[in-house]
C-alpha cells in the first residue's frame, strides 16, 4: 500500500506538470505533432535528432521514468529483444516524462544496467505534445505505454502494458523493412 502510494503521487506529479495546458513561459500549447519535430538529446551521448530525422526506420518511443520498477522490468525484455534482433533499421528510444529528472541520471541509469539504446529527457512541451495525441496515460511510465512508428512515419501501433521479449520481437518485426 505504501508502495502503491508513492507510485500514485509520483505519477500526480508527471501529469500534474507534464499535462496542464500552454507552456512553461505562459504561451500557448505546443502543437499536436512537437513530439515528432523537436530537437531531442541523447543523454548518454548527447547526439541530437527528431523522431523525424529517423524516417525510413521503425521507430519505438516508451515514455518512462527512472523511478518507474515497471519500466525497468520493461526495459530489461527490451535489451533481451534488441540484441536477438540486431537491426539497424529499428531505433529505440527510451523517453523519460518525468520532469523532475535530469539527462546525468538518466544516462547512469543506462549505464549501470548496460542498455545502450536512445535515452532522452523529454520537454514539458514534448511530454504535452504526446499526451495531445495519446492521451494523458502516456505520460504514466507504471503503465509502460509504447508507441510504434512505421517506416514512413505513421504511427501503426499503441500499448498499454508490459510485454515480454518475444512479444516485442514479434511486434518490432511486424513493421521492419
Partial sequence: ????????????????????????????????DEWRTAVLTDARTGETFSVNDLGGKVVVIEPMAIWCVNCQFQQGEVAVALDRLDDPSLVYISLDV?????????????????????YVVASRDVARSLAAEFGDQVLSPPSTPMILIGPDGAVVEQHLGIRGSDELIDAFERYLP
Wanted: negative net charge.
Fill in 1 to 32: 500500500p505504501v508502495r502503491s502510494a508513492g507510485i500514485l503521487a509520483s505519477l500526480a506529479i508527471v501529469v500534474a506538470a507534464c499535462g496542464a495546458g500552454g507552456t512553461e513561459d505562459g504561451g500557448p500549447a505546443p502543437s499536436a
Fill in 98 to 118: 518525468d520532469p523532475n529528472e535530469q539527462p546525468d541520471a538518466l544516462a547512469r541509469y543506462a549505464d549501470e544496467r548496460g542498455w545502450s539504446w536512445r
